[in-house]
């Protein structure tokens, strides 16, 4: 079982910087991928930031150029960079790892951590 620790959220103005934490209770080097994921009340939860464990990643649109993810593997923590921030990032984010053996691949959420942007 993994156990996944966010941190790092807040209430900041708009144009400003936020950087979310997730720790890990095992080794992210075990994961195969590693992500960021937000959502508001009434929507789906929608893909934020990617990365695997080739060091690919992957950004929406609505957050390219934005938004960094990173990861420190002596910390067993992965990061989420915000800058620029706008209204619109107002979400819960969660952090997601997955692991893969064989066919099967297991995912693990962290518990979310409140962004609010104001205008």
């Known amino acids: 079982q993994v156990q996944l620790v966010e941190s790092g959220g807040g209430l900041v103005q708009a144009g400003g910087s936020l950087r979310l934490s997730c720790a890990a209770s095992?080794?992210?080097?075990?994961?195969?991928?590693m992500g960021w994921y937000r959502q508001t009340p009434g929507a789906q939860r929608e893909t934020v930031a990617l990365?695997?464990?080739?060091?690919?990643?992957n950004y929406p649109d609505s957050v390219k150029g934005r938004f960094t993810i990173s990861r420190d593997n002596a910390k067993n923590t992965v990061y989420l960079q915000m800058n620029t921030l706008k209204p619109e990032d107002t979400a819960v984010y969660f952090c997601?790892?997955?692991?893969?053996?064989?066919?099967?691949?297991?995912?693990?959420w962290g518990q979310g951590t409140q962004v609010t942007v104001s205008s």
């Open positions: 997601n790892v997955r692991r893969c053996s064989g066919f099967y691949c297991a995912n693990y």
């Open positions: 095992g080794s992210i080097n075990s994961f195969n991928a």
């Open positions: 990365l695997t464990s080739e060091s690919t990643t």
